[in-house]
């Protein structure tokens, strides 16, 4: 069966990298090795389905230069994804919060998103909240500078909470890595379909404890 995934440019954006370790939970996990490992697992989902993948990063690197400030560094991001006039671009992180009983996932888009990326943050959410033992904080609009700044339908995953000690052991679980980009690699057949079902089931993952 061919997969609706199959020929489409996919740029996948593992949050943070190099010098910029992202969020660091209470055992010392670090933000950007989960979303590397994420990025990995979802580029290998969707290239044995014949998506066109490019990573922004596929090591421990910054994108742009090690002392690049901020915005730049987010436009060298951008840019890998406008370059290549990508169909999607997907940017991956794990949330931080004060409290370390902040729980769960999110999906992000642009304020003015267009409809497209709407319904990509929408089935990327549903996807995750069918397979992960998180919470589902639901789909939320804010102007990421890599959200606003790309030129296709984009959104940003926050797959859970670094700073919560439970969600920190699971995002450091292969299992749960592998869980999240599996769902992330489903959402995406289901966007490309264009609403109709996708042939992956939901769920797979749900015996994942946060225990």
């Known amino acids: 069966m061919i997969s609706s995934v199959q020929g489409q ?39 044995a389905r014949g998506a066109e993948v490019r990573l922004t990063r596929a090591t421990d ?7 690049a400030p ?28 004060q409290s370390s009983r902040a729980s769960g996932m999110e999906v992000y888009h642009a304020r003015r ?8 943050a929408r089935v990327e959410h549903d996807r995750l909240a069918g397979s992960l033992p998180v919470p589902a904080r639901g ?3 804010a102007d990421f500078y890599v959200l606003t700044e790309t030129h296709m339908p984009s959104v ?16 450091a679980n292969p299992e749960m890595q592998e869980a999240a980009a599996h769902a992330l690699g489903a959402g995406l ?23």
């Open 9 to 47: 440019r996919i740029v996948i954006d593992p949050g943070h990298g190099g010098p910029d370790a992202g969020a660091i939970g209470p055992a010392g996990t670090r933000e950007k090795d989960v979303t590397l490992a994420i990025s990995h697992r979802l580029r290998d989902y969707l290239e």
């Open 139 to 141: 789909v939320k609009a």
């Open 113 to 120: 998103a267009g409809t497209a990326a709407r319904r990509l």
């Open 189 to 211: 057949e289901e966007y490309f379909i264009s609403g109709r079902s996708c042939p992956v089931a939901p769920g797979a993952y749900r015996s994942l404890q946060t225990a």
């Open 156 to 171: 940003l995953v926050e797959v859970a909470f670094l700073t919560n000690p439970d969600e920190e052991r699971l995002l």
């Open 61 to 67: 690197r910054s994108v742009a230069r090690p002392d």
């Open 70 to 97: 901020p915005n730049e560094e987010l436009q060298a991001r951008c840019d890998v994804a406008n370059a290549l006039n990508a169909d999607v671009f997907v940017s991956i992180h794990a949330n931080a919060s």
